[in-house]
T-cell receptor, first 113, second 108 residues
Framework: GAGVSQTPSNKVTEKGKYVELRCDPI?????LYWYRQSLGQGPEFLIY????????DSGLPNDRFFAVRPEGSVSTLKIQRTERGDSAVYLC???????????FGQGTRLTVV | RKEVEQDPGPFNVPEGATVAFNCTYS??????FFWYRQDCRKEPKLLMS???SGNEDGRFTAQLNRASQYISLLIRDSKLSDSATYLC?????????FGTGTRLQVFP
């Protein structure tokens, strides 16, 4: 398909474990965003990539969270030592460039037990 | 203070009604403005961009007041299928900042 693809769609992990969430953006989109959404809340900004570099990572809550986009396409969000409070839907979006329409993937629902 | 503030609702309206949502943003340097729609357990999707001159797309009208840092969305002739959460979004240095969303429920 031509949309943003996120895997896995669901992830259940134990507290303290490490997880990786993958995002495959729309081909040709240089901007890639990660958001986190909790129930009843709007998406919360985590990090924004323009090409390979993180243009803005001010939303990452602490140093347990890290994201990479080594070739300017696929991105991986990595969470170390997961905590129950990390449970949320993690959304990835891409756009042709910043400030234009962003297309979202269906998200990864992360549950930390 | 939140960067983007919206009334969470819910707004419960009958089919055919006109309903308006408001949103305020705190940073006067915000550059672009959007309304996104999010259905239950789905991803957000762009509904429309918002321009200073105001813009209309069918039954939907969006307005921006930069002086008051205020954005609105008007939905005329509400349909059952309009039931969703409407997210106000502003762009600041290429970063999209979302409000909490306003939930709309249209009933028959």
């Amino acid at each position: 398909g031509a949309g943003v693809s996120q895997t896995p769609s669901n992830k259940v992990t134990e507290k303290g474990k490490y997880v990786e969430l993958r995002c495959d953006p729309i081909s040709g989109h240089t901007a890639l965003y990660w958001y986190r959404q909790s129930l009843g809340q709007g998406p919360e900004f985590l990090i924004y990539f323009q090409g390979t570099g993180a243009a803005d990572d001010s939303g990452l809550p602490n140093d347990r969270f890290f994201a990479v986009r080594p070739e300017g396409s696929v991105s991986t969000l990595k969470i170390q030592r997961t905590e129950r409070g990390d449970s949320a839907v993690y959304l990835c979006a891409s756009s042709r460039e910043g400030r234009t329409e962003a297309f979202f993937g269906q998200g990864t629902r992360l549950t930390v037990v | 203070r939140k960067e983007v503030e919206q009334d969470p609702g819910p707004f419960n309206v009958p089919e055919g009604a006109t309903v308006a949502f408001n949103c305020t943003y705190s940073n006067s340097a915000s550059q672009s403005f959007f309304w996104y729609r999010q259905d239950c357990r789905k991803e957000p999707k762009l509904l429309m961009s918002v321009y200073s001159s105001g813009n209309e797309d069918g039954r939907f009208t969006a307005q921006l007041n930069r002086a008051s840092q205020y954005i609105s969305l008007l939905i005329r002739d509400s349909k059952l299928s309009d039931s969703a959460t409407y997210l106000c979004v502003v762009s600041l240095t290429d970063k999209l900042i979302f409000g909490t969303g306003t939930r709309l429920q249209v009933f028959p």
